[in-house]
């Protein structure tokens, strides 16, 4: 009810004290309302317990038909006629008596106010709208706003009340918001004709819209899913280029490993060697694999001391390090070096016992000066 009080209050200013008439007034919350703006009150109803709750609270009713209470009325007695979901259960014939006489009585600019449930709304049409015996048929607001213009009213403003209060983001919308999305009831305000003066201080309460209808529901929910559709389509392509690129790189990179096989296979290096190969492949088809492994220690010791001859001779052990080079068999007999831990045979410890000569003069004297201070150091320990 609160969502009338922009269109009462600016006709409680211009017919202050004036009467109005409240039909199927019920409790009479909606009296008390027009009490506090400063309108006399006259609530109608045919339900002998309601009324009581409104003679409770000192409230002005009566128990009378609203049809022949509207007819005992004078013309331009009364500044603002209300309804409050009683038009459902009267049927449609008394419907238009009720407009007519309405617009009969009201003074001019006067307000007729008629809320229903509305239909619009598919789950009040279709299912709680029949929970009640009583009502007669659910009447649309454009059925009853075109009648009230029929009728000879200036104008009517629809507002829709208990719905969605903002359909103003798609992102967040569901299906269901069609359903509850629009009001699950409405409310029509007629107003009389009248002067200029007067029905301009409503202008801008009839220029505003209340509420979203059912085209408004279903246009948000399809720009909901037009967005989510092209979030989705966003994301596919988004993926499909990351998956074309990673393609294109794996092939990139398999085009390079093919091509650095072939270079392999084609180096100087693997054709000098693949005597040796087969020569492996033979021997360990033939011998079992325990003379294999007898035999790799055995060559073992030899390898070592063929490494500790090269490094006593920095000469052939530089003209070998260039031939293997240019043989590209550097890296391979480097690994094999590691391989076989020369750094901890006998052979190199010996090595090192005596001295490197490898090194150069100034680093062989640096090195005899740190043995010498080291067997001091161990002396004094002593």
């Not at 199927?24 to 009581?52: H, P, Q, V, Y």
């Not at 392999?264 to 693997?270: A, C, E, L, P, V």
């Not at 005597?275 to 035999?295: V, W």
């Amino acid at each position: 009810m609160v969502a009338y009080r922009d269109f009462y209050l600016p006709l409680a200013e211009i017919y202050p004290n004036s009467n109005t008439s409240d039909l199927g007034c019920g409790r009479g919350e909606w009296l008390e309302l027009l009490n506090e703006a400063g309108f006399k009150t006259e609530g109608i109803d045919l339900d002998e317990g309601m009324l009581s709750y409104c003679r409770d609270l000192n409230l002005n009713v009566r128990e009378q038909d609203v049809i022949q209470y509207l007819q005992s009325l004078d013309d331009n007695s009364v500044s603002l006629v209300s309804s409050f979901h009683l038009v459902e259960h009267i049927g449609f014939d008394n419907v238009k008596l009720l407009v007519q006489e309405a617009l009969r009585i009201l003074k001019p600019g006067g307000l007729l106010i008629i809320e229903t449930p509305n239909c619009e709304n598919i789950i009040v049409s279709t299912n709680s709208f029949h929970l009640d015996p009583t009502h007669v048929m659910p009447i649309p607001n454009q059925l009853l706003s075109f009648l009230t213009n029929y009728s000879g009213f200036k104008r009517s403003k629809v507002i829709r009340l208990q719905g969605l209060t903002d359909m103003t983001t798609p992102e967040s919308l569901q299906l269901i918001d069609i359903f509850k999305g629009v009001g699950q009831d409405y409310g029509l305000i007629a107003q009389k004709d009248g002067p200029k003066d007067i029905l301009n201080k409503f202008d801008n309460i009839y220029n505003k819209e209340f509420g979203s209808d059912l085209d408004m529901a279903i246009n948000k929910f399809s720009m909901h899913l037009n967005h989510a559709f092209k979030m989705r389509d966003d994301k596919i392509n988004e993926l499909s280029l990351r998956l074309i690129n990673e393609k294109n790189t794996l092939e990139l990179k398999l085009i390079e490993s093919h091509e650095q096989i072939k270079a392999i296979y084609s180096s100087t290096s693997w054709k000098i060697t693949a005597p040796l190969r087969l020569l492996k492949k033979a021997l360990i088809f033939i011998l079992p694999s325990t003379f294999m492994q007898q035999s790799k220690n055995k060559i073992k010791p030899g390898i070592r001391k063929i490494i500790y001859f090269i490094s006593k001779r920095p000469n052939l052990r530089r003209k070998i390090v260039f031939i293997a080079k240019k043989l590209r068999l550097y890296s391979k007999l480097k690994s094999i070096y590691y391989r076989l831990n020369v750094k901890s045979s006998p052979t190199i410890k010996r090595t090192s016992q005596q001295g490197s000569e490898l090194l150069s003069p100034r680093a062989n004297e640096i090195y005899t000066q740190l043995r010498k201070r080291k067997n001091n150091k161990d002396s004094m320990d002593i």
